[in-house]
């Protein structure tokens, strides 16, 4: 994922979303890493959430983190949010998907990337469902589908490349984090 052609979407990690997830810190700090991440070395970054009035906010170590949150109620966020078009015309050809829920919103909007031309990698520590059969058969059906698999981690430092850039520093400051 070269970070001149790749875009990060966080896709609905909100509150209520969150409290019926069993790994919820895992998810809000992989994907606080990866937003903050993305901001050391430039990578375009968008969020959503899904129907706020019903499931409420961003928790906060994410909206100090990420862009202004995209409202929908389709379960892609291809589906009437303008993110195609801008990140085709800058030359995004990657985008690396994080939130919940790992079956519905995060494997449709996968499904979606890959009809309209982008090679779309979810990041499998910074996603989750319910119940665990449904992450991972969402997991294994995006995968089967052409999506690419990785972790938070290895995204950061796939995004740096060597420890000669400006920002391996913070990249290695988020990799040495302990995890919740």
Known sequence: MDRAA???LVIDVQ????AAQPQ???IVWNCRRLAEAARAVGVSTAATIQAPSKLGP??????ETLPEPIAKVAFSACEGAPLAKPWAEAGVRHVLVA??????CVLQTALDLL???FQPTVCVDAVGSRFEHDHEVGLRRMEASGVVLTTAEAAMFEWCRTAADDAFRTISALAKEPAP
């Open 24 to 26: 919820s810190e895992r």
């Open 6 to 8: 790749t875009a990060l």
């Open 58 to 63: 961003m928790p906060s170590p994410l909206t």
């Open 99 to 104: 939130g919940v829920e790992t079956h519905v």
């Open 15 to 18: 509150e209520r979303l969150l």
């Open 115 to 117: 009809a309209e031309g």
